[in-house]
């Protein structure tokens, strides 16, 4: 027996003691795994809850004009309900705004006039609305597509959000304002697309307003991807 209190067993095996140590080791070993397991599931799951809060908290807007304002450049609602919506042209968050813009048309294109403004705030390249967003608005059959330079078309609507859509009948009263996705950046049936599809056809909608998920309108930087990206 050695000062260890393991056996030498034939020719100098120990037995026991040092053996009782590595058996210890590999247990504390496989501790720091499993405790730093822990770690990186909870992580990723406050990861996770972040994403899903950011995904699902729609941005703070105004209350938009009631009526349609007569100083705005756009020709009012004549025999047919006009739609309305705002945009920037770098927010990816109004990629799915606009997909579910085209839907929207695809059904109700002879039914509705409809236009989309992208911002052009003051000191913006000449080119800086220029971006995939304009070309996709474009893309669908029956949208009318402008610069709203400076915002100023934003603020007569009392618009603030890309992606906010106005519906106004056709005496020019505001029938639907709000976002037509369900989450930011999210694909998919929703209660606004729903809610305009049924106004434009004349029904009766359980919701006149959408939450609205995309980038301010007001106050952005040119020099920013997205607004109020310092």
Request: hydrophobic fraction near 40%.
């Amino acid at each position: 027996m050695n000062a260890g209190g393991g056996v030498n067993v034939g020719g100098g095996v120990n037995v026991g003691g040092e053996c009782a140590i590595g058996a210890g080791g590999r247990a504390s070993g496989v501790g720091v795994v499993l405790a730093l397991g822990v770690v990186w599931v909870a992580a990723v799951c406050c990861g996770l809850a972040v994403l899903v809060d950011y995904a699902t908290t729609p941005t703070d807007g105004d209350d938009p004009a009631r009526h349609w304002p007569e100083r705005s450049r756009l020709p009012p609602p004549a025999g047919r309900p006009v739609l309305v919506m705002f945009a920037h042209p770098r927010c990816a968050c109004t990629r799915a705004s606009l997909g579910e813009l085209a839907l929207i048309m695809t059904r109700c294109r002879h039914s509705v006039t409809t236009h989309v403004l992208f911002l052009r705030p003051e000191g913006a390249a000449a080119d800086w609305w220029k971006t995939d967003l304009w070309d996709s608005a474009g893309s669908i059959p029956g949208v009318s597509v402008a610069t709203d330079e400076q915002g100023a078309e934003a603020k007569l609507f009392g618009a603030t959000v890309s992606g906010e859509t106005l519906l106004y009948d056709r005496e020019g009263r505001l029938i639907f304002n709000g976002g037509i996705t369900g989450a930011r950046g999210h694909f998919g049936d929703n209660d606004g697309r729903r809610a305009v599809v049924d106004l434009i056809e004349g029904r009766s909608a359980p919701r006149a307003a959408g939450l609205v998920f995309g980038c301010a309108l007001r106050n952005p930087r040119p020099e920013a991807g997205m607004a109020g990206v310092p």
